[in-house]
């Protein structure tokens, strides 16, 4: 067996995103409506499972709202706040999640992965900002797949391209649609409850009855759950 593979979700997982998508979830409802949507409005959507993607959340959000508005003008005031000019974007606000040290020592024992819902370039200009010496391979993105979370069509792409022989592979999720994902891929998941999730219990119960194999505050705790 060669090496085991850590396939992470990136949102929420390598990436705390609390200033950053979930912050320009609510700006964007407040520019459509006038009211800013709440971080536990976002997260209970997200506990309900199928608003993976941020921009249709944002519209789903808006609409629900009783206001009318495209689909596409909601995306494109989302991607104008958060990509920015490049220097003043919300996405910059993201802040890496790993302690210095944490990936690299677990690098020795185990290959790693990307399985995300974000546009191919988001995912690869965030991993080059905070990890340029890490190795993710494959990155498995928005555009690699035509059904999107919780299907399981592009972990068991991402699990194929990085297994050319058999090896133990997990999947590192914080949300109920990936750890549906990673059950109907047939994939040990491994969830990810930040205490100070405005649905954190919710979460933890959601993680449990999905068959999680362990759910840990965050990824600096791996260590302590996956063994080679
Ligand atoms: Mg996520």
Known sequence: ??????????????????????????????????????RAEIQECKNAGGWNDDWRLSHHLVTRAGVDVPFEDVKAYFQEIFRGDGTDGLMLREQWVARPGVLETLSANFRFAVFTGRPREEAELTLARFAPDLVFDPIVAMEDTVNRKPAPDGLILCKGRACAEPAAVYYIG???????????????????????????????????????CAIIDDINYLPEVVTQ
């Open 1 to 38: 067996m060669s090496r085991p593979v850590l396939i992470f979700d990136m949102d929420g997982v390598l990436v705390d995103v609390t200033e950053s998508y979930r912050e320009t979830i609510a700006q964007t409802v407040e520019r459509f409506t006038g009211v800013k949507a709440t």
């Open 174 to 212: 914080d949300t109920v649609d990936d750890a549906r994902a990673a059950r109907a891929a047939g994939v040990p998941f491994i969830g990810i409850a930040a205490p100070s999730n405005p649905a954190y219990l919710d979460l933890v119960f959601l993680f449990q009855g999905e068959g999680a």
